[in-house]
């Protein structure tokens, strides 16, 4: 049966993009490893069976080569091998693995290698041995035929390509220049993973989630990848490549009337005022968006500064790096989020434990406390460079009050030496608290007592508070950011600090979603911060809604009984904002409801 040439995902981060693949191993030493759902056995078997074919089919051109090249002698050797991917006890055993364990075929392929090496090379004779060897090699050859492998060398025609991977991971979003690559495309990967963050950041058009999608990829074939859409369409037809231009087109019209508007105050039609700041990774993301178009910078994640890093970056280096950011901001606010390491997000040069529960574990605020030196070098770099701008401190996965107090003790420590040293410090660097656990949502009071302004990150406050793992595809359906539990949580947090006199933000990615972003006003949050590309929709959105709407919205979403109601909410405000355009330019820019959205 032909196979259909477009592939349906989940939208990651949106754009559309044309180009060659380069696919990728997230791991090259280790053997991917997943479940098989019971009714995707049988494709299961029919990739392993095709990988066979494959190799059999290149075993014989081989064979064909050979002898005529260097006689039928020589070519044998080619022949044996084919016959061993015939054997029948290999072929038999391998099936029953697949069906009983219900796990993917590389690793009953390689198992299958290692109990041929195992069985035969523990035989006496240099010449059984050297057997044992050639006898696993043409299931190695099925083996790297799986994953892609042997293909892996091709990034060297200069050409920009579509990473296509198992998973999309921080690893495999920075693996190539980030002026080589057009879009991502993964079989694995949640939407508000790490991963996904930096794949926004960086500009990527990404859609993960693509069943199969490497066992359908030969290295260089063209695809069109639609980030807003989440589709892969392969090997486009020049029909396909001409209506691609064409959307492409329109969109890029989009976008610059857009950018128009970027450059007025978020004000809705009665004159409410609120901000929308950026979220960044590098001081390099400064460079690709119009500062102009923002009120500051929400949340920048210094952890990724130390993860391009081959050592701990030394307080002089975080100085010089934090200054350049905090001078290029022009005296708009750049919130500094202290190091969130843990989970996926790790350093090459800092072995972490291994956890069973990566995100219940040791990670973000809790390292820092633990490894005061750590803090302390940020703290003082920070801190000697608020000198030169608008500088805020926040501090990521705070689960207690005393973890806050504990950090206001460093602080003032850090502050006084370096007053002590000479340095002149401001008396006044705001130091501002993530609301991403449940814990933090409950008790926002005190926390609000003890913190100058709070951020919610609705990735992390999510998963703790709906018990599913934000990069876990198998949970994806669960992850709901339009739960109630969470609309509840978000109205309190907005409630409170308005109540206490401070200023509460919204920093996690359900926000970058204009229509939720106008939600989340409507609550009271005075901010978002955002993945710099939905800074000019999301100031677009407020620019036509009166403050009424958005309380509406609001007052709707905080009504609703299940995600679903919330979603009718924003799907009914999003037709409002968008009946002046077509589906299909609403499509590729800003009104669609799959690929847009925070769901
Ligand atoms: C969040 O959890 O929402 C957040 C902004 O932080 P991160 O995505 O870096 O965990
Ligand atoms: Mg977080």
Redesign the pocket.
């Known amino acids: 049966m032909a196979q259909a040439r477009s592939i349906k995902g989940t939208a990651v981060a949106p754009g559309l993009a044309m180009g060659p693949v380069h696919v990728v191993r997230a791991h090259p030493e280790r053997v991917p490893t997943w479940s098989i759902r019971e009714d995707d056995v049988d494709a299961e078997l029919e990739r392993l069976n095709r990988a066979i074919a494959v190799v059999s089919e290149r075993l014989e051109e081989r064979k064909r080569r050979v002898a005529a090249q260097a006689g039928e002698k020589d070519a044998e050797i080619f022949a044996v091998h084919r016959m061993i991917l015939e054997d029948p006890i290999a072929r038999k055993n391998l099936r029953s693995q697949l069906r009983d364990e219900r796990i993917n075929a590389e690793v009953c392929v390689q198992a299958l290698v290692e109990r041929l090496v195992e069985t035969l090379g523990g035989l006496e004779g240099n010449n059984v041995r050297a057997y044992g060897a050639d006898v696993a090699d043409p299931w190695r050859a099925v083996l790297a035929e799986l994953m892609n492998r042997e293909t892996e060398d091709f990034v060297s025609s200069g050409e920009k390509v579509v990473l296509a991977a198992a998973e999309l991971t921080p690893h495999v979003v920075s693996l190539l220049d980030r002026d080589r690559v057009l879009a991502i495309v993964t079989e694995t990967g949640g939407r508000?993973s790490?991963g996904a963050?930096l794949a926004r950041s960086f500009g990527y058009a990404c859609v993960v989630e693509l069943p199969n999608l490497l066992s359908r990829l030969e290295q260089g074939l063209r695809v069109i990848v639609d980030g807003d859409a989440g589709t892969v369409q392969l090997a486009p037809t020049d029909a396909d490549v001409d209506a691609f231009l064409e959307r492409r087109e329109r969109r890029v019209a989009w976008i610059d009337e857009l950018k128009s508007d970027a450059l007025l105050p978020a004000t809705t039609t009665d004159g409410t005022h609120v901000e929308v700041q950026v979220?960044i990774e590098s001081l390099r993301d400064l460079d690709t968006f119009d500062l102009d178009h923002t009120d500051g910078v929400g949340?920048l994640?210094t952890e990724f500064l130390y993860m391009e890093r081959s050592q701990f970056p030394s307080e002089e280096e975080q100085y010089r790096l934090y200054r350049r950011a905090v001078e290029r901001m022009g005296g708009r606010t750049l919130t500094l989020r202290t190091l969130?390491i843990g989970g996926d997000k790790q350093l090459p040069y800092f072995k972490m434990p291994k956890e069973t529960n990566p995100a219940l574990g040791w990670r973000g605020l809790r390292v820092s406390l633990e490894w005061q030196d750590l803090l302390n070098v940020q703290l003082r770099a920070a801190l000697r460079a608020s000198a030169h701008g608008n500088l805020r401190i926040l501090l990521?996965m705070v689960t207690s009050l005393e973890e806050v107090q504990r950090v206001h003790q460093i602080f003032q420590r850090v502050r006084a030496q370096l007053v002590d040293q000479g340095y002149e410090i401001p008396s006044d660097v705001p130091v501002g608290v993530?609301i991403?656990v449940p814990s933090a949502v409950m008790i926002v009071d005190s926390i609000l007592e003890e913190a100058d302004f709070v951020s919610?990150?609705?990735?992390?406050?999510v998963q703790y508070l709906l018990a599913a793992d934000r990069d876990n595809a198998w949970v994806s359906r669960l992850y709901d950011p339009y739960h109630p539990a969470v609309m509840a949580s978000l109205a309190r947090i907005a409630e409170r600090t308005r109540a206490a006199g401070k200023t509460a933000s919204v920093?996690?990615?359900m926000a970058g979603d204009y229509a939720t972003a106008l939600m989340l006003f409507g609550m009271g949050f005075q901010t978002v911060s955002v993945s710099p590309h939905f800074v000019a929709e999301v100031k677009h959105a407020v620019r036509q809604v009166s403050t009424s709407d958005l309380e509406q919205l609001a007052a709707r979403a905080r009504a609703a009984r299940n995600g679903a109601e919330v979603r009718a909410a924003l799907e009914g405000l999003r037709a409002r904002l968008h009946d002046h355009q077509s589906e299909d330019d609403a499509s590729g820019v800003g009104g669609d409801t799959s690929g847009r959205s925070a769901q």
């Open positions: 508000f790490h963050v979220n949340l994640r969130d990521p993530m991403e919610v990150g609705t990735n992390d406050l920093c996690g990615e």
